[in-house]
């Protein structure tokens, strides 16, 4: 299955999957119009200042809820490609099972990305020491040094997105999973980067569109709890419906390139001769 297969696929199971989409959007509209009730509309730069632990912890919060979200979401959509039962009862049990498995390997990329980030700007405040700060030639360099640092990273988080997935797929453990992404992207590294690629580029337009949509709801209802509640709503719509759909694609894909288990043919039994 190559990239637009997928994501042929990934439409296909999302509109058949539209109950898992309505679990997602009442999580987001839960989640945030928590968050808007605490903020407020159109909240100051004091107020935000004054509340700035409180978001952090809330932000935390949602976090951790949405991981668990996210292992019932894939559990669900694995259980319905392969057996057209979605398990929808099974969601929390499910998104418990793999809340570790998740968070851990979330973990790990994270640590990887900053200690790569962390590794680029020290080279590129050594090459910018080199120049004191007014050569451009090490100044361009230092530039070169962070933005390969960067992209570097994001290069190595990949074969931990596939991870998350193969924990749910395959059940696996975190090192086991961490490792058969990095081999599946070794090996099909032009149908991974393709899709991803493809999905970042619909979540854009349909993220432009929804924003479109918002501020032209802005310009006929005037500023209030009404129009926040209603942008909420399409807010958490949007996003059911692209994180369901990018799902179903990037499962659809791995599914395809996981090698099965090879079954040993029987051993065929010379007929007896009868008498």
Partial sequence: MNAIEALKKGFELAKQLVLLIAVVAV??????????????????????GEIAGTIVFLSMLIMLAWIVVEGGLLASIVSYIKTKD??????????LKYFLRLLG??????????AIWIAGALLTAIFVAMGQGTNPFFNVIGGIVFTIAVLFSFVVMIPIIIGRYLIVVEDQKIIASFKEGVALFKQYWGRILALLGLIIGIVLVVSLLSQLISLFLAKIFPQGWFLAI?????????????????????????LSIVKAPEVEAPIAVP?????
């Fill in 105 to 114: 390997i979330g973990m790990v990329g994270g640590a990887i990305a900053v």
């Fill in 27 to 48: 999580f987001n509209c839960i989640t945030s119009g928590i968050v808007v009730g605490i903020v407020g509309i159109n909240p100051t730069p004091e107020k935000v």
């Fill in 86 to 95: 979605m398990q929808l009862e099974a969601l929390l049990n499910n998104g």
């Fill in 271 to 275: 007929e007896q001769p009868t008498l």
């Fill in 230 to 254: 209603l942008q909420v709503l399409i807010s958490a719509i949007v996003n059911g419906m692209i994180g369901v759909f990018s799902s179903c694609s990037i499962v659809s894909l791995i």
